[in-house]
């Protein structure tokens, strides 16, 4: 054992442990899980989050600059134990903490969370009111004051990757075939395959996203893979999308059958390395090396996993929205922003906008309420709480998100449906919008 001064210091060096071949059935494989979820904080993302500050402590102590990250969870944890170690000050925006445990660990440890009405899970600098504008605009309104570690597009990310976790894995096992990991940033995937191609040129690197219209903490899905940031399409052999089922499946199995307590993210990369291997198997008289990245622990995720999977806490499993299938999303009914427009009076149609409160009160369709995404899905896992004699109209930004619970609400007998091209599509067409709290939610 050794003394350390402090918890930086132990950053990095996780093991790997190789997944006996038993219980995770694939010929031909030695499959190995970094285990990141060892890092003193908890996850990969003490790496980005020391490697993107080490260098500059420094001048950020002199001028006493504020941290400022766009994060939903682990590198704002991270970079907040950092900060609150040199005396620091961190400001996390996101778009949309989904997790409990992540809000109420960055709550305990002093952090500063302000969320903003964006479009989607990960931050898109394309975007005008995303989180990246709204952080530039704060650093030009007060120039000095803040120290933006951007670690969607700092190339210290995947430096960091390279120079750490990539030559860790390549020290270890001297040859590598496969390479599977989450993709947020990206930069764990791309920083660490770029130190094993230099020693494996036929190394393939495995991205992993869910599904378009499925949420697993961490990662990001399909529609939310934008040319930008570190993100690049062509450093990839293959991008898997995973649904949430099946991330919390192959969640279980690592627990029970390896002993990995790790989160949703490292399920859905282990059930892609099943899934990937499976359909393209190792040819005969040859052994694959294959490495997947087991990037935090479960605990941060006990509400998510128990919300979609009560049955693992010995609670009944009801139908859900998560349950449907895509070909049954895609034939949600919808209405167009101006059919609805034309029946808003007609009393026989109850909308629901499915955004964040935020965005809610800046603008909404005339007489919605809000519930936001995730709070109708824990209900409608319980029971159907509208009445059968009104349509529901579902409402979230560019229609896709509300195709899924209209989808589902149709299959129980009740009216619903979504609005096409969503919230978007009703502004552009120059329809009104309220401001504030709609007559449903005013307090009585």
């Given at each position: 054992?050794?003394i350390v001064?402090?918890?930086?210091?132990?950053?990095?060096n996780t093991p790997l442990?190789?997944?006996?071949?038993?219980r995770?059935r694939?010929?031909?494989?030695?499959?190995?899980?970094k285990?990141?979820?060892l890092?003193?904080?908890?996850?990969?993302?003490?790496r980005?989050?020391?490697?993107?500050v080490?260098?500059?402590?420094?001048e950020?102590?002199a001028?006493?600059?504020?941290l400022i990250?766009?994060s939903s969870?682990?590198?704002?944890?991270?970079?907040?134990?950092?900060a609150?170690l040199?005396?620091?000050?961190?400001?996390?925006?996101?778009n949309?903490?989904?997790?409990?445990?992540?809000?109420q660990v960055?709550?305990?440890l002093?952090?500063?969370?302000e969320?903003?009405?964006?479009l989607?899970?990960?931050?898109?600098?394309?975007?005008?009111n995303?989180?990246?504008?709204?952080?530039?605009?704060?650093?030009?309104?007060?120039?000095?004051r803040?120290?933006?570690?951007s670690?969607?597009?700092?190339?210290?990310?995947?430096?960091?990757?390279?120079?750490?976790?990539?030559?860790?894995i390549?020290?270890?096992?001297e040859h590598?075939?496969?390479?599977?990991?989450?993709?947020?940033?990206?930069?764990?995937?791309?920083?660490t395959a770029?130190?094993?191609l230099?020693?494996n040129?036929?190394?393939?690197?495995?991205g992993?996203?869910?599904?378009t219209?499925?949420f697993?903490?961490?990662i990001?899905?399909?529609a939310e893979m934008?040319?930008?940031?570190?993100?690049d399409?062509d450093?990839y052999t293959?991008?898997m999308?995973?649904?949430s089922e099946?991330?919390?499946d192959?969640?279980?199995?690592?627990?029970?059958?390896?002993?990995?307590?790790?989160?949703?993210t490292?399920g859905?990369?282990?059930?892609?390395?099943?899934?990937h291997?499976?359909r393209?198997p190792?040819?005969e008289g040859?052994?694959?090396?294959?490495?997947?990245?087991?990037?935090d622990r479960?605990?941060?995720?006990?509400?998510?996993?128990?919300?979609r999977r009560p049955?693992l806490?010995g609670r009944a499993?009801?139908?859900?929205?998560?349950?449907?299938?895509?070909e049954s999303?895609?034939?949600?009914d919808?209405?167009?922003?101006?059919e609805?427009?034309?029946?808003?009076?007609d009393?026989r149609?109850?909308l629901?906008d499915?955004?964040t409160e935020?965005?809610?009160?800046?603008?909404?369709?005339?007489g919605?309420?809000?519930?936001?995404?995730?709070?109708l899905?824990q209900?409608?896992?319980?029971?159907?709480?509208?009445p059968?004699?009104?349509?529901v109209?579902?409402?979230?930004?560019?229609?896709?998100?509300a195709?899924?619970?209209?989808?589902?609400l149709?299959?129980q007998?009740?009216?619903?449906?979504?609005?096409d091209?969503g919230?978007?599509a009703?502004?552009?067409a120059?329809?009104?919008?309220?401001s504030?709290?709609?007559?449903?939610?005013?307090?009585?």
């Open positions: 054992m050794a001064d402090e918890m930086t210091e132990l950053i990095g442990l190789r997944l006996a071949p038993q995770h694939l010929p031909r494989v030695e499959l190995y899980a285990l990141e979820f890092n003193p904080f908890g996850s990969v993302k003490d980005i989050a020391w490697g993107m080490r260098d500059d402590l420094p950020i102590l001028r006493r600059q504020t990250e766009a969870g682990n590198t704002a944890k991270a970079l907040q134990v950092i609150g040199h005396g620091l000050h961190l400001r996390v925006l996101t949309r903490t989904k997790v409990a445990e992540v809000r960055l709550e305990l002093g952090g500063e969370l969320e903003l009405p964006g989607s899970e990960c931050p898109d600098p394309t975007a005008p995303d989180v990246f504008s709204t952080i530039e605009q704060m650093m030009a309104a007060e120039p000095g803040y120290h933006h570690t670690q969607y597009t700092n190339e210290a990310n995947l430096r960091t990757h390279r120079d750490t976790t990539g030559v860790e390549q020290t270890d096992l590598v075939d496969y390479l599977f990991g989450g993709l947020g940033t990206t930069g764990s995937t791309r920083g770029t130190a094993l230099e020693h040129p036929g190394l393939s690197t495995v992993i996203v869910s599904t219209e499925d697993i903490p961490g990001r899905s399909e934008w040319e930008v940031g570190l993100f399409r450093f293959a991008i999308p995973v649904r099946d991330a919390i192959a969640t279980v199995d690592l627990a029970r059958n390896h002993g990995v307590l790790a989160g949703p490292s859905a990369t282990y059930w892609a390395v099943r899934e291997l499976s393209c190792v040819p040859r052994t694959a090396t294959v490495v997947f990245i087991a990037c479960i605990e941060w995720y006990l509400s998510y996993v128990r919300a049955d806490f499993r009801r139908p859900a929205p998560a349950d449907l299938d895509a999303v895609r034939h949600a919808r209405i167009t922003p101006s609805l427009a034309d029946r808003l009076d009393g149609h109850l629901v499915l955004r935020l965005a809610f009160r800046i603008g909404h369709v005339p919605s309420v809000n519930i936001r995404d995730d709070v899905d209900m409608l896992r319980h029971a159907n709480p509208f059968a004699s009104r349509r109209v579902f409402v979230c930004p560019v229609g896709e998100l195709r899924r619970p209209a989808a589902f149709a299959q007998g009740q009216p619903a449906a979504a609005l091209g919230i978007i009703w502004r552009d120059g329809l009104p919008l309220e504030g709290l709609s007559r449903a939610e005013v307090p009585r």
